[in-house]
């Protein structure tokens, strides 16, 4: 079977996303890890499938597979990613576009500017709901990583972070911790690992460790995760430039109760068929 497909990226953040509408395809998860191997498929840190819509009121349903094979329920740089390349496609010429995910319905808009804004939702704090095991409702919880105790904030942005605030992202410990807080017992459904550093009231350095990927250059729910966690603890003000080691991305956020604003750059690299 040959699959047409585009290779994308969100600051270093990169996909292979596949039009699902016009050519039906379901992928095994042996078939989704050789498509992101980086020596003998395509090579990406998510795959993205782009489905018909199930629902009425919805123009797409937005498909999310890390590197590992498993399928995930958010992707902020992924979702940047997919309104360009379903108007690149031809599939739509709305500049704004409702999806379904996994975690409910978010709305990607095309800026005039080319850029990508994204209304990630409202995020989830409550630890049951993350999901995050705790009976404490305090912000800051503490947390076993190996041989050390870290304090970290618990987040879902449609899936789950624990963001700590590190003194400088450049000498975290992201491939020690990074691991062991994907897996931590205490996040049922595994996490991805946060490593902020506070630059200025409305500008942070970030390193994510993403649950089945690894450190990737960029994550989207990472950097709402982190700005929400920041502006909970009275670091940040909204809006707050996020410093990736990818590039750039602009994080707005109201406040409890009010859904978070993503705005950055998605970038087309190529595309092309390969045989599966």
């Given at each position: 079977?040959?699959?047409?497909?585009?290779?994308?990226?969100?600051?270093?953040?990169?996909?292979?996303?596949?039009?699902?509408?016009?050519?039906?395809?379901?992928?095994?998860?042996?078939?989704?890890?050789?498509?992101?191997?980086?020596?003998?498929?395509?090579?990406?840190?998510?795959?993205?499938?782009?489905?018909?819509?199930?629902?009425?009121?919805?123009?797409?349903?937005?498909?999310?597979?890390?590197?590992?094979?498993?399928?995930?329920?958010?992707?902020?740089?992924?979702?940047?990613?997919?309104?360009?390349?379903?108007?690149?496609?031809?599939?739509?010429?709305?500049?704004?576009?409702?999806?379904?995910?996994?975690?409910?319905v978010i709305s990607p808009r095309l800026?005039?500017?080319?850029?990508?804004t994204v209304d990630m939702g409202v995020?989830?704090?409550?630890?049951?709901?993350?999901?995050?095991?705790?009976?404490?409702?305090?912000l800051v919880q503490p947390l076993r990583?190996?041989?050390?105790?870290?304090?970290?904030?618990?987040?879902?942005?449609?899936?789950?972070?624990?963001?700590?605030?590190?003194?400088?992202?450049?000498?975290?410990?992201?491939?020690?911790?990074?691991?062991?807080?994907?897996?931590?017992?205490?996040?049922?459904?595994?996490?991805?690992?946060?490593?902020?550093?506070?630059?200025?009231?409305?500008?942070?350095?970030?390193?994510?460790?993403?649950?089945?990927?690894?450190?990737?250059?960029?994550?989207?729910?990472?950097?709402?995760?982190?700005?929400?966690?920041?502006?909970?603890?009275?670091?940040?003000?909204?809006?707050?430039?996020?410093?990736?080691?990818?590039?750039?991305?602009?994080?707005?956020?109201?406040?409890?109760?009010?859904?978070?604003?993503?705005?950055?750059?998605?970038?087309?690299?190529?595309?092309?068929?390969?045989?599966?």
């Amino acid at each position: 079977m040959r699959c047409r497909f585009s290779k994308m990226h969100g600051l270093g953040n990169d996909f292979v996303v596949i039009d699902a509408v016009h050519q039906p395809i379901t992928l095994t998860p042996a078939q989704i890890r050789f498509l992101a191997d980086r020596h003998f498929g395509i090579g990406c840190d998510q795959l993205l499938l782009v489905e018909p819509a199930r629902h009425p009121g919805v123009d797409f349903r937005y498909r999310i597979f890390n590197a590992d094979g498993g399928e995930v329920e958010q992707c902020g740089n992924g979702a940047r990613c997919f309104v360009r390349f379903v108007h690149e496609q031809g599939l739509t010429e709305k500049r704004e576009i409702r999806v379904e995910t996994m975690r409910g319905v978010i709305s990607p808009r095309l800026e005039s500017d080319d850029r990508v804004t994204v209304d990630m939702g409202v995020p989830v704090l409550e630890p049951a709901r993350i999901p995050f095991a705790s009976a404490s409702p305090n912000l800051v919880q503490p947390l076993r990583v190996g041989e050390r105790q870290v304090e970290i904030t618990a987040v879902s942005m449609g899936n789950p972070h624990a963001v700590q605030v590190v003194a400088n992202v450049d000498t975290a410990p992201v491939a020690e911790q990074g691991p062991l807080i994907e897996s931590h017992p205490r996040f049922p459904q595994h996490a991805n690992a946060g490593f902020m550093q506070i630059v200025g009231r409305r500008n942070i350095r970030l390193r994510v460790f993403e649950r089945g990927a690894g450190e990737t250059l960029a994550c989207g729910t990472g950097a709402c995760a982190a700005v929400v966690t920041g502006i909970l603890r009275g670091l940040l003000d909204s809006p707050v430039r996020v410093e990736t080691r990818g590039g750039e991305l602009s994080i707005a956020w109201r406040g409890a109760g009010t859904p978070v604003s993503m705005s950055g750059p998605a970038v087309t690299v190529f595309t092309g068929e390969i045989e599966l």
